[in-house]
């Protein structure tokens, strides 16, 4: 099966790329719900499934809105208003939503759902109360970001920043055409036409409005994925180059000269914390009491060094983009 999008010259002209914190929480959720194993982002989902299914988020608000296949609710990747949203602004967007949309993308998911599945109770209430269902969807949406996108968020929006400033200034040297025409192996320019192939539904003029957005993923591989709601413009999510990498352990520099500055258990902390970990899990890595590695990553936090972010009852710690090019060794570019 083929969809086409035809471009007019106002149409192009209106094209552009935007990251969207909105469109990792769908992807990612979709990929946890999915019984495959994810090659790309195994390491992830080891850390993460375990805190996503104690969380309950398997069974929850979300599970209702993202089934692990086929149609998800339209309302939950509202149209970027600029190149890089944040998450709080996104779901705003969400909380916006006209309470018709809703009942129209509920019911939608409802006719999809197998043989001998009604409704739920939470379908119920999307139709009978659709702004206290969203603000319960903002809640589980914020819950998922903290234990499953936070701690690791520095890592995805470098890679997601780094493939927009790559193709943009591959429309700077070679034109739009080329750079749409390589964005994923089912994607292809013709003549004034986006063409996909091997789509299970149509992305066509007809159904959205002008110009087009278009939102590098790391879940969304190995696909693309579009969202079509008139009069907004269409959204094209399409994998970002370099996923094969992004979870792949960062290799140190020599750490004495950090350590000359920050002092050798800090420095240690850094390193350990290549991914997200507890204050019990570090203490355990780098031998250090609980108590000297709480104050330590206090004191990291507030040089921005770290950021903490709460799971459950515990709270997980996470290294920034200026620890990264900290412990970076000389010369290494932090784009990929």
């Known amino acids: 099966m083929e969809s086409a999008l035809i471009f007019s010259a106002a149409d192009l002209a209106q094209t552009r790329f935007a990251v969207s914190p909105m469109w990792e929480v769908v992807t990612g959720f979709r990929l946890l719900r999915d019984d495959a194993e994810p090659p790309l982002h195994r390491r992830w ?58 009942r129209d993308e509920i019911d939608k998911l409802a006719a999809e759902r197998p043989a ?15 702004q206290a269902a969203l603000e319960k969807v903002a809640a589980e949406i914020e819950t998922f970001w903290e234990l499953a996108l936070a701690p690791y968020w520095s890592r995805i929006r470098q890679l997601l920043e780094a493939d927009v400033f790559h193709r943009a200034r591959q429309v700077a040297e070679h034109g739009s055409a080329r750079v749409l025409s390589e964005l994923h192996e089912t994607v292809r320019w013709d003549d004034g036409t986006l063409r996909l192939v091997r789509r299970h539904c149509a992305l066509t003029r007809d159904e959205a409005g002008s110009g087009l957005l278009l939102i590098p993923s790391v879940f969304a591989w190995p696909r693309v994925m579009t969202r079509t709601v008139s009069p907004e413009p269409p959204q094209l999510a399409y994998p970002a180059r370099g996923v094969g990498n992004l979870w792949e352990p960062r290799p ?85």
Do not use: C, K, M
């Open 45 to 102: 989902a080891e850390q993460v499934r375990p805190r996503f299914a104690q969380a309950g988020l398997d069974r929850g608000w979300l599970a209702e809105l993202i089934p692990a296949h086929g149609y998800l609710a339209d309302f939950l990747n509202p149209t970027p208003t600029s190149p890089f949203p944040t998450l709080a602004g996104e779901l705003d967007a969400i909380r916006r939503t006209p309470p018709a949309q809703v």
């Open 252 to 336: 140190a520099a020599a750490t004495d000269a950090v350590a000359a500055v920050l002092g050798r258990s800090r420095t240690l902390l850094l390193t350990e914390l290549d991914t997200p970990a507890s204050t019990t899990q570090l203490a355990a890595f780098s031998g250090l009491s609980a108590a000297g590695v709480s104050q330590h990553l206090v004191a990291l936090r507030n040089a921005g060094l770290v950021t903490a972010h709460r799971n459950g009852r515990s709270v997980l710690y996470a290294r920034t983009a200026v620890a990264d090019a900290l412990l970076a060794p000389a010369g290494d570019s932090a784009r990929p």
């Open 116 to 130: 001998g599945h009604g409704p739920s109770p939470r379908h119920a209430l999307f139709r009978e109360a659709p």
